[in-house]
């Protein structure tokens, strides 16, 4: 399974997924704003975790950066929302509309 790796503190923080969201998704969520992410092979990971803290990375050329999790939760529910406002062109009565 894919990790996600982005600088933290001096170091390199991993995160592994549970599989409920795209490992994207993830990412963005939970990952702080603004802040460079990768993707990589749980083969990419050192075994050795007692020296996290000294652990490094190539954030150049990341796969995205995170927006944290006040700003994505803010984006899920404006895409919930807009999706249920979808209509056929008649107001949606439990929207609160009239006909």
Known sequence: MNRIIYPNEGGVAVLIPS??????????KDVPAGVPFRIVGQ????????ER??????FSNPDGHGIGADAWFAEY??????????????????AGGTQ
């Open 77 to 94: 529910a404006a895409a919930v929302a807009a999706s249920e406002g979808e209509t056929d062109g008649e107001p949606d009565p439990q």
């Open 19 to 28: 599989g409920t969201l795209a490992i994207e998704e993830v990412a963005r």
């Open 53 to 58: 803290d000294r652990w490094e990375a190539d």
């Open 43 to 50: 083969e990419d990971i050192p075994i050795d975790r007692s």
